[in-house]
């Protein structure tokens, strides 16, 4: 987010064509490995620098000074104003940390430690050898502001990808790529500027859910010929909601095992989730539970139970409450249910869960077999939870 030159302010691959994936078709991406590479993370709460940008911060970088769009910048030093315009050599990042910290990382990259500020200043000094930046990246290493007010604490390393999906049928900056972030494009005074209608075509691979880590598997809609599979934003770290508005982004490999499930023609992500992950109620049934319950329904005159399995469906929108109503239309689409049908199930075998403020959810809830059959769903759900 400290590198003007970048539309969007996160770094991701180039989009990777899929044989057979056509538009109306879905890629499953089965996760297999995600392995953390940088020895150090900063991150922390945000303000924009007023003068900075046009209209949107994370994508209209503008140097206040010479008045440069997108302009080329250079490390001078360390420290919050160490991003500097290549042009006139004033401070031109878009953003200052109100409120920062400093990890860093066991070698085994399973726990973290926040530093004081001494130690984050050092790390400061050789940033791009701590976060272990691809040599073609050309962003300015967060950590370069060497912030550290959280010294001491101990964390825990999750790593998952903020960014997987496919391209967009629409020229918009890949942070913008969801329906909440993407509803500052509507109408904005750059050249990234959409409609209404434009953003529909958008593919929600900016979703910073954390359930898409290692042994998930991300089903993503194909709106351009060859689906165009890119990752990044990687994140050691995150809790629902990703409440700070950022988390400890890091370098790392990701593999990825892909998918073409032709003829699924959805308009956003569902997740498979590995089953730790999944909300309580979602899990599927015991076999001692579905023992107790088709008792329960022979008692009273029933033949048998409905066979049900978990999926998740991501909504997104400008707050929580549309993108709820985004996810709860997207799922009864997909399985042929009323909306009323979707919120029951989610009530009372799932949950809504947060992956970001302000409009990023998840509708996991347990759907029956025959509805994931019917849109060919089954074999990546069986297969996912150990029941092929």
Known sequence: MITPAIRGGHEVTQPVAVEGAEVGDAVALRIEEIVVTSRASSSGTDSPVDGRYLGDPYVAGRCQQCGTLYPPTKLDGVGQEAVRCEVCGAD????????????????????????????????????RRYAALPSNSIQNPILVFGVGELPG???RLRPFLGQIGTTPAVTMPDSHNAGDFGTFLVGAPHEYALTKEQ?????????????????????????????????????????????????ADVSGIVTLQVKVIKNLNIDGPIILPVMEDLPHLARPLSARELAVAR??????GMEDVEESLPVSFVGTGPDLNLATQNGLERAASVLGMTVSEVRNRATITGAIEIGRLPGVVQVTFRAPTERLERAGLLPLVREQYGLE
């Open 153 to 155: 604490l101990a964390i």
């Open 92 to 127: 031109a990042s878009p953003f200052r940390l109100t409120h920062g910290y400093t990890v860093v990382f066991d070698p085994q990259r399973t726990v973290g430690v926040a530093v004081g500020q001494d130690q984050a200043q050092t790390v400061a000094g050789d940033a």
């Open 199 to 247: 953003l529909a075509l958008r593919t929600d691979g900016h979703m910073d859910i954390n359930a898409a880590r290692a042994g998930a598997v991300v089903i993503c809609p194909v709106k351009v010929p060859g689906a165009g599979i890119y990752v990044g934003d990687m994140h050691a770290c995150q809790g629902d909601g990703e409440v700070a508005g950022h988390t």
């Open 295 to 300: 008792q329960v329904a022979r008692e009273w």
